[in-house]
């Protein structure tokens, strides 16, 4: 079946460092891909999204590009803040079934002043 | 615009109770859906509501079941609790099926349930 692959972590980055946290995919036809973020005591928030190959989705500084060839798409920032401490989740939407999302197990980032 | 709520916040259940959580989507939203996020873990999908009938289901036993009511809320039950229920569990609202699989699911902030 359908299933997201993430780097494990807990990464642990200086501020200003870059940053790439590795999520690959396995799916049928064609996905749509995320990104959520989630900070303590609170839920998902999105915060990317790429819905056909080729798309790069962005948002607050953080980039991702949907490569069907390598089925991947992993995050990155180029200079990382104190604030971005979370834990990320890659997620994927199988084609045709009504948007229902499939988890990675998540990464954890956190950054140090 | 209000977003997804979900009440309540903390639970503590006994093995073997039975327990509903709620959750409000958010104004405009016709979809809702369902996940269990055990500590350390990727949510995981339950069900997904769509015009108060199910559409879609994961890999949960029937003692998980739901509703959706027609002003789009919706409650999850679990009946014959188990150790293993214990975890947080999400909401998410979505604008509908329609469109395909790139429609933002939008989350409210989980209801904690411990089960002893």
Partial sequence: GDSVTQMEGPV???????????????????????????????GLQLLLKATKADDKG????????????????????????VSDSAVYFCALSPYNQGGKLIFGQGTELSVKP | ETGVTQSPTHLIKTRGQQVTLRCSSQSG???????????????????????????GRGNFPPR??????????SELNVNALELDDSALYLCASS?????????????????????T
Avoid: D
């Avoid at chain 1, 690959?24 to 959520?36: E, Q, R, V």
């Avoid at chain 1, 500084?61 to 089925?71: D, I, L, M, P, Q």
């Fill in chain 1, 12 to 42: 642990t980055l200086s501020e200003e460092a870059f940053l790439t946290i590795n999520c690959t995919y396995t799916a049928t036809g064609y996905p749509s891909l995320f990104w959520y973020v989630q900070y303590p005591g609170e």
């Fill in chain 1, 58 to 81: 962005s948002n607050k500084g953080f980039e991702a590009t949907y490569r069907k060839e390598t089925t991947s798409f992993h995050l990155e920032k180029g200079s990382v803040q």
């Fill in chain 2, 95 to 115: 604008l509908g099926l329609a469109g395909g699989s790139s429609y933002e699911q939008y989350f409210g902030p989980g209801t904690r349930l411990t089960v």
């Fill in chain 2, 64 to 73: 998980f079941s739901g509703l959706q009511f027609p002003n789009y809320s």
């Fill in chain 2, 29 to 55: 939203h016709n979809t809702v859906s369902w996940y269990q996020q055990a500590l350390g873990q990727g949510p995981q999908f339950i069900f997904q509501y769509y015009r108060e009938e199910e559409n």
